[in-house]
């Protein structure tokens, strides 16, 4: 099993940037692919952005390409999603999420689920 834990998220202006961060503990010694997914209020959770183990392969939904940016640091065992020029609409709680399957963005690919980080994005 993967633990994860997310952290980072707060209030922000629309424009700023946030670094989301995702600690892994467990079985961090396979290889997990790993995953941002966020819900707001009313909605579904809705697919962010993975990048698999190596890194080398990563995938974004189109509401978010070119604005996050998902990495990994699997010394530190940790995971990141960088969100630049946010936007009203990108307000949600933010998820981390671990699979060892490979690369997916459905949220039922994936077996551990963090607790979630609110992100807040003002007007």
């Known amino acids: 099993q993967v633990q994860l834990v997310e952290s980072g998220g707060g209030l922000v202006q629309a424009g700023d940037s946030l670094r989301l961060s995702c600690a892994a503990s467990?079985?961090?010694?396979?290889?997990?692919?790993m995953g941002w997914f966020r819900q707001a209020p009313g909605k579904e959770r809705e697919f962010v952005a993975t990048?698999?183990?190596?890194?080398?392969?990563?995938y974004y939904a189109e509401s978010v390409k070119g604005r996050f940016t998902i990495s990994r640091d699997n010394a530190k065992n940790t995971g990141y999603l960088q969100m630049n020029s946010l936007k009203p609409e990108d307000t949600a709680v933010y998820y981390c999420a671990a699979t060892y399957r490979v690369v997916a963005t459905t949220s039922s690919s994936y077996d551990y689920w963090g607790q979630g980080t609110q992100v807040t994005v003002s007007s």
């Open positions: 990048i698999s183990w190596s890194g080398g392969s990563t």
């Open positions: 467990g079985r961090t010694s396979s290889s997990y692919t």
